[in-house]
């Protein structure tokens, strides 16, 4: 059971490129958010999605798109990448909120940097 | 606008000594609650929650934390500080789908 696994742990981009950073979980939860987290800031929800085919916006959506076509994956997509991305990203995972229990799970991070 | 202030940005307390860290939120109904703690360049470890029920939850690492409905606030605390629980601590509110945390806390430990 790996839980919350993100790939990559680091990557460095230029202004203008693309890249996406994938998430998967496999513990069956049909909640998975991403987040940002930058100094002095806490973690900043960016999107969330509560099953297949079904995401929204959360505080920080601007310049990240999400798609999520099966319970397992949930990756974040920059498609053209700003010096002020430059940010650690998590995603998480839990069961729905309105399981009364939503305890949320972390992946490890990934690192990213545009220059 | 729904929102968590935590608002201590850095705390130095003694090992041994207690600890207190302060979280307020602001939403209409009562929502869940979460600590978590972060050491340097690492993930989040959730430390507890506050789903319903006991205002008073115990948590891991020796931690309890008290849902104060009348005050808006979800407190941290420990009786005993050791050198290991330096590290940033993070408040965080769910409320529908929406989760937001505070701007953290970070704890140094006195020897």
């Known amino acids: 059971n790996a839980g919350v696994t993100q790939t990559p742990k680091f990557q460095v981009l230029k202004t203008g490129q693309s890249m996406t950073l994938q998430c998967a979980q496999d513990?069956?939860?049909?909640?998975m958010s991403w987040y940002r987290q930058d100094p002095g800031m806490g973690l900043r929800l960016i999107h969330y999605?509560?099953?297949?085919?079904?995401?929204d916006q959360g505080e920080v959506p601007n310049g990240y798109n999400v798609s999520r076509s099966t319970t397992e994956d949930f990756p974040l997509r920059l498609l053209s990448a700003a010096p002020s991305q430059t940010s650690v990203y998590f995603c998480?995972?839990?069961?729905?909120?309105?399981?009364?229990?939503?305890?949320?799970?972390f992946g490890p991070g990934t690192r990213l940097t545009v220059t | 606008a729904q929102s968590v202030t935590q608002p201590d940005i850095h705390i130095t307390v003694s090992e041994g000594a207690s600890l207190e860290l302060r979280c307020n939120y602001s939403?209409?109904?009562?929502?869940?609650l979460f600590w978590y703690v972060q050491s340097p360049g690492q993930g989040l470890q959730l430390l507890l929650k506050?789903?319903?029920?006991?205002?008073l939850v115990q948590g891991i690492k020796g931690f309890e934390a008290e849902f104060k409905r009348s005050q808006s606030s979800f407190n941290l605390r420990k009786p005993s500080v050791h050198w290991s629980d330096a590290a940033e601590y993070f408040c965080?509110?769910?409320?529908?789908?929406?989760?937001?945390f505070g701007a953290g806390t970070r704890l140094t430990v006195k020897p």
């Open positions: 998480a995972s839990s069961s729905l909120p309105t399981s009364g229990r939503p305890e949320q799970y």
């Open positions: 513990m069956n939860h049909e909640y």
């Open positions: 999605s509560v099953g297949a085919g079904i995401t």
């Open positions: 939403y209409g109904a009562t929502p869940y």
């Open positions: 506050y789903f319903s029920g006991d205002t």
């Open positions: 965080a509110v769910l409320n529908n789908n929406d989760m937001r």
